[in-house]
């Protein structure tokens, strides 16, 4: 990853002077990033351009109703990889509240503000569940770049089409004929907010290490 930030070639093991390979990509995208921007800001962005503003990181129904609110046309509900706070919600958990939210306040019109969520994304079904509940895309990263990396642009073309099968086999499996039918009620939210959290544990330690036998018996004096 720290080769997009530099301007050399490929060769990660050359000794190129000028070039810092001390941080990694997160925090040398971090230095694009204004902690000091706010909803006061909305209306600036809003004068320079007249594409569509999607605003990514939102964590809470109530950022996603001020984002309404501010005239924005969407939101994408995302923890950012669960890199910013540990055990945070993903982006499905707070879509369901976020999408209740704007139907109470009657802020809810999918064509005038979408909502789209990332996070966790690894197979067509669950591309389903948030289209069902909701959602007007998902975003998919790690597949695709799993494929990219092993079989390049041909694995990815691939994958999309694994995925454009998969989902239409999910839909008719549901009932549904095409995505206007998906509906709320075709999912099981009993368990949503049911966690469970893994212990870490060392596999390589417990897979190599073999205890010593004890010795049975007094020593003799």
């Not at 720290?2 to 810092?20: A, C, H, M, P, W």
């Not at 997160?26 to 004068?47: C, Q, V």
């Not at 368990?191 to 018996?217: A, C, M, W």
């Amino acid at each position: 990853m720290r080769l997009k930030f530099e301007t050399l070639g490929s060769d990660v093991q050359g000794n190129e002077s000028g070039i810092d390979k001390s941080q990694g990509a997160a925090r040398a995208i971090s230095s694009f990033i204004d902690p000091s921007l706010s909803w006061k800001d909305i209306e600036w962005f809003k004068s320079i351009t007249k594409m569509p503003i999607i605003l990514k990181g939102v964590q809470t129904w109530e950022d996603a109703v001020l984002a309404r609110e501010h005239g924005l046309d969407g939101v994408v509900l995302s923890n950012h990889g669960g890199r910013q706070l540990d055990y945070a919600r993903s982006g499905i958990e707070v879509l369901v509240e976020v999408v209740d939210q704007l139907k109470r306040r009657k802020l809810w019109d999918p064509d005038r503000f979408e909502v789209f969520v990332d996070g966790g994304v690894r197979r067509s079904v669950d591309v389903l569940k948030a289209l069902c509940l909701g959602a007007k895309a998902v975003g998919i990263g790690r597949p695709f770049l799993y494929a990219y990396s092993v079989y390049g642009h041909l694995g990815v073309i691939r994958a999309i089409q694994i995925l454009k099968d998969e989902l239409e086999m999910d839909m008719r499996l549901i009932g549904a004929r095409n995505l206007n039918e998906l509906r709320p009620d075709m999912i099981d939210l009993s368990n949503l907010k049911n966690r469970v959290t893994g212990l870490l544990t060392d596999h390589k330690f417990q897979e190599n290490y073999e205890s010593l036998p004890l010795i049975k018996g007094k020593p003799k004096l």
